[in-house]
RNA sequence: GCGAGCGUAGCCAAGUGGUUAAGGCAGUGGAUUGUGGUUCCACCAUUCGGGGGUUCGAUUCCCCUCGUUCGCCCCA
């Protein structure tokens, strides 16, 4: 074809989609704005630099990810790939840990990475996430999850496992990484290829490889659980015992680290097992260095990333939604009925009903057709006839009930005929 | 970036090395129909994702490319 197509890894949300992610979307702001956060609306692109230090450069995510170009200025400029860092900059930028205590936030939209399109993965994807800044709290760490959770048991989708983790401060990732690279070296011939070259860099990713034979000897790897520092185990013991006190069941995976740098402590993954290779639905953590690498002062944060589009599928599997029918369908045929027909249809929206009215002019037949398909409860015929005598006739459409009665009636008792209960 | 599968109309889909590429749904136009949704007729792919090659001839065989799906990597 010759015509334009939308990018690779970017697609259209049609109508028939959209009303899941209205659903969705009026769900999360009622919780939300309940839970005391309020929406905070970054823009799409920053500056470069605010990636890279505060993902961190040598993430993949960064490192090959990131739309980056050159604005006309010579500025470089990066489609946010995350929200978190422009959460954070604005929150630095604006004073907004002036205000004192701790700020709730909350962001939707779009993100953007540079990636192979897949099963629940695209270049120009959505999320929704929150933003605890200011408390170093374990109740702030439990309080996103818990939230988290209810999100997903009000769509419906509580059948979604809880992974936890603690990534402890950096001096407890420090010694835990030197204990993972001695463990390994010994095995590095039988590591697969990729393994074999985290084992420099990033020693901590070979412990979700997916090889078997890489799982196999990481099976035994030390956990980083037993490397925590003091502070860091209270802390991630008080959080562990916090979630048992609500009745949120979670599984200890000391192997779930997560991709950006920024994170400390807890670590948390919501995983389902129907997104394909994809299994995090969402994911968040804290990152107590984040505020204070982008130069505002040393402040504490939680916070996740749900991702929608992620969300979307499993909620097209668990509770099929349709987009909310109209509740008359106005049929006309000849000039005068048309005419009479497109000012009763405002008439009646006047009213407060949802009203389509059939522009096509074709038979009686087809313009039937689509009145059953549109799900309205009645349908409203002009023709010749009820043109000359100013009536319009009302047919149910479930039962197929007809009446006769003229148009100033019809207007008059609408309420009592199709009265919104 | 790497690997595998798949590209025939808006959707589903048959098909073949040879003058006009089935069918269904949807759509459009018209006729018919007043217990108005029926029925009928016509239209709806100069072309099989795109480009090149082989051949007298290719939608069919070969190569490249693009797109798509799934997986690896990574992530939400």
Not at 366 to 392: H, W
Request: with cysteine; proline share 4%; net charge negative.
């Amino acid at each position: 074809m010759g015509s334009i197509q939308a990018l690779r890894g970017t697609r259209d949300i049609l109508p028939e989609e959209v009303f899941y992610w209205q659903h969705l979307e009026a769900v999360a702001r009622e919780l939300l704005q309940r839970s005391a956060y309020q929406e905070i609306r970054t823009p799409l692109f920053e500056q470069t630099d605010l990636f890279e230090r505060g993902i961190g450069e040598a993430t993949d995510v960064v490192g090959k990810e990131m739309y980056s170009f050159e604005d006309r200025g010579g500025r470089s400029l990066t489609l946010r790939p995350e929200g978190t860092a422009g959460v954070v900059r604005a929150y630095v930028e604006h004073g907004l840990h002036a205000q004192g205590g701790v700020q709730r936030l909350w962001y939707l939209g779009p993100m953007f990475r540079y990636e192979r399109p897949q099963a629940g993965r695209q270049r120009q994807f959505h999320q929704l996430g929150v933003e605890v800044l200011g408390s170093r709290d374990p109740r702030a760490d439990v309080e996103v999850i818990a939230l988290f959770a209810d999100f997903l048991m009000k769509l419906g989708l509580s059948e979604l496992s809880l992974e936890l983790n603690s990534v402890g401060n950096l001096e407890d990732r420090q010694r835990y990484r030197s204990a993972l690279v001695e463990y390994f070296t010994p095995y590095q011939a039988e590591l697969d290829a990729d393994s074999q070259e985290r084992l420099g860099r990033n020693p901590l990713r070979i412990l979700d490889s997916k090889d078997p034979r890489t799982q196999a000897i990481a099976k035994d790897a030390p956990s980083i659980l037993d490397y925590l520092g003091p502070d860091s185990k209270a802390h991630f013991d008080q959080v562990c015992s916090l979630l048992t006190n609500l009745g949120i069941p979670y599984r200890l995976d000391p192997s779930l680290v997560r991709g950006l740098d920024y994170y400390t402590h807890t670590a948390f993954e919501f995983k389902s097992g129907s997104l394909g290779a994809q299994s995090a639905v969402g994911g968040g953590g804290r990152y107590d260095g984040l505020v204070s690498e982008l130069g505002g002062p040393d402040t504490a944060a939680v916070g996740w990333a749900i991702g929608l589009e992620r969300l979307v599928i499993l909620l097209q599997a668990v509770q099929p939604l349709a987009a909310p029918a109209v509740n008359l369908y106005i049929v006309s045929r000849g000039p005068i009925a048309e005419a009479k027909a497109l000012k009763l249809a405002r008439d009646l929206r006047k009213q407060g009903f949802a009203v389509e009215l059939d522009l096509s002019g074709s038979a009686f037949g087809k313009q039937f057709k689509r009145a059953d398909r549109s799900g309205a409860v009645a349908a409203l015929i002009l023709g010749d006839e009820e043109a000359q005598s100013g009536t319009v006739q009302l047919k149910w459409l479930a039962s197929g009930e007809q009446q006769t009665l003229p148009q100033a009636q019809l207007l008059a008792d609408a309420q009592r005929l199709f009265g919104k209960e």
